[in-house]
């Protein structure tokens, strides 16, 4: 994967996990596996989660 699909993927992603309440939602680990995956901080998901909440 390319460094601008990495980035891409990593902003796709981010869109998702800010979405209000997408913590209950039943695909949220896998969505933040594969954020982790792609690059992204763990910490960043947790901030993205709890503002959404």
């Not at 939602?25 to 910490?43: F, H, L, N, Q, W």
Request: net charge negative; with cysteine.
């Amino acid at each position: 994967m390319g460094q601008e699909a990495a980035a891409a993927k990593l902003s796709e992603l981010e869109e998702v996990l800010r979405r209000p309440d997408y913590v209950l939602e039943p695909r949220c680990i896998s969505t933040i596996m594969a954020y982790i995956k792609a690059g992204g901080s763990p910490v960043t998901v947790i901030d993205f989660l709890q503002d959404g909440y």
